[in-house]
């Protein structure tokens, strides 16, 4: 018998329009499933701020995205899991999923290079991070590389062109571009620029992010949960046509268009009405 959950929609959340790049791959593994997308953009963005706060607006996101009516739980962020994923969690019933910089499959290339993992200030210092790093440091050197400021950048809709190289030529500078052999994206933003940091660092290299991965695992809690929608295809029509709806904490007309247009970049179709902005 059908859980009759599974015709609620999957709720995501991030502090602005990056987790769309997580969405997105949601939306390929899982085409036929009902969607809520949050960008908690009054607040963006979260990597700059304390712990406490981070932690505070992430269960304040997830309280809101939960009385909407969800099954499950995508924190689209890797700022926000990192502070705030245990306290969700004891808070709902339903799955909840997180993210966490892809060390791991960047470690299991076995290259011989050192491992760049480019991350907001705040995810380098938690300690989910650092125990992940601790896992993995006999295998690999792996260097931390905060990047204060990206967010905003990326966030203002300015993904390529002068500014977003001249950030990112800076912050190689700093960095033996030969010795490194894969970078890890350790913030969702950050997959949108991911052609730029190729470009900018001038050679060909392994460029690794969490989302495809964070898609597969949910799909999997899916269904141990009972949870999958039925009407879920294995060859899905081309271009993709997704059920969203979008709720904005502030500028919503404008990060609708980001979002839709970013979903439009990766052959996605939103069905849905855009209505609930702030």
Known sequence: MENPRAKLPIGVFDSGIGGISVLAEIVKILPKEEFIYFADTLHAPYGGKPEDVVRALAMKAAEFVSSVGIKCLV???????????????????????????????????????????????????????????????????????????????????????????????????????????????????????????VKVMGKKIS???????????????LQKEQLLNNRVVEKPEIPLKANIKFYISENGKE????????????????????????
Request: charged residues 20%.
């Open 75 to 197: 924190v689209a962020c890797n700022t926000a899991t990192g502070a705030a994923i245990n306290e969700i969690r004891s808070l709902y019933d339903f799955p909840v999923v997180g993210m966490e910089p892809a060390v791991k499959p960047a470690v299991e290339l076995g290259l011989s290079g050192k491992i760049l993992v480019m991350a907001t200030p705040l995810t380098l210092k938690g300690k989910k991070f650092n125990e992940l790093i601790c896992h993995y440091k006999h295998r690999s050197e792996i260097i931390p590389l905060p990047c204060p400021g990206l967010v905003e950048i990326i966030e203002h809709g300015r993904t390529c062109g002068r500014e977003i190289e001249d950030y990112l030529s800076h912050l190689f500078s700093f960095i033996d571009k030969e010795a490194i052999s894969a970078i890890v994206l350790g913030c969702t933003h950050y997959v949108l620029i991911k052609k730029e940091i």
């Open 207 to 221: 460029v690794i992010d969490g989302n495809y991965g964070t898609a597969r695992h949910l799909k999997t809690i």
């Open 255 to 278: 990060v609708i268009r980001r979002c839709r247009q970013l979903l439009q970049n990766e052959g996605i179709v939103c069905e849905s009405e855009f209505s609930h902005c702030g």
